[in-house]
């Protein structure tokens, strides 16, 4: 697996489609925001976010990340199968081949029709450049085999040297001489080509992953088309209140990845994962758990979308592939958000600087 799957991630969804036009959305500032944010207060079960874009996102999506080119296609047919509508997936995870042919089998087996499916890809680093963002999403929606995505996300705010996808695709965070080198596109210059994407119909929204508010706050002054969402890290260890506040004040819908803390960075022999407590068998979590009659996992995964934070677990059991995906037909009491909230240490594990990297995004 390689060290640049480690560092990605997005959101993905379920929904009804708005009649409005993309070219239309590309001055939405305050309408169709996504409710504000709400620390405790339990929030409707609805099974979507209404993003800025006049588009529906599910709450719950099925995440593509570390999942393995040999069962992808059968992992996304099966998902489907048990009712997931929206796939998370990124250049970065080298499966979008696969998770196309899942689809198309789905759509073949007459499952869902396309218009039934939320789908996401991710924009990396290495295509930054203004004149490389549309050849690359041609090149993803060609892997997956569709004409458009429902959500385009910026992977990183980080520009690295162009590599050739014929020399080494997905690219990773080093060039074609495995060093680490910056490129040279502004995230404006990346936004701006990103929003002639939703204009020319190949994204139906476009969003970001991985930024902080400064950066935000920074796209929001020349943004004509506002990002959809933000995806971040996001779990009992490391919850960025005041970042999840502020996006989803400014009508940004928030999707939260790596839900379960520590669990997915184990595999990466992560000394920070190692050296956590996994939230999965922490102590208050259980007794959350038990007490509503839910798994652990559950009760992480609501503890978001009661927040109206959008989640993307992923599962190869069939099991839990369906409990993962029903976390919206139960509450947690305020004592139970606030034994959560209390869990809170700031720990980050998808941090560039983890994996040796020298680009320090988050200091």
Known sequence: MSIAKTLTRTTSAIAPRCSVHPILKSSVTTHCRPAAYRPFASMPSSTTIKLNSGHEMPLVGFGLWKVNNDTCADQVYNAIKAGYRCFDGACDYGNEVESGQGVARAIKDGLVKRSDLFLVSKIWNSFHDGPRVEPICKKQLKDWGLDYFDLYIMHF???????????????????????????KASIQETWTAMEKLVEGGLCRSIGVSNFRGVLLMDLLRYAKIR?????????PYLMQEGLVKYAQDEGIAVTAYSSFGPQS??????????????????????KIADKHGKTAAQVLLRWATQRNVAVIPKSNNKDRLAQNLDVLGFDLQDEDMKAIKAIDRGLRFNDPLNYGFSLPIYV
């Open 157 to 183: 705010p980080i520009s690295l040297k162009y590599v050739d996808p014929e020399v080494r695709y997905p690219p990773g965070f080093t060039d074609e001489n495995d060093n680490v080198t910056p490129g």
């Open 227 to 235: 990002p959809a969402t933000l995806q971040i890290e996001h779990h």
């Open 265 to 286: 960075f184990l595999e990466m022999d992560m000394q920070q994962a190692k050296d956590a407590a996994l939230l999965l068998e922490h102590p208050d979590v259980k």
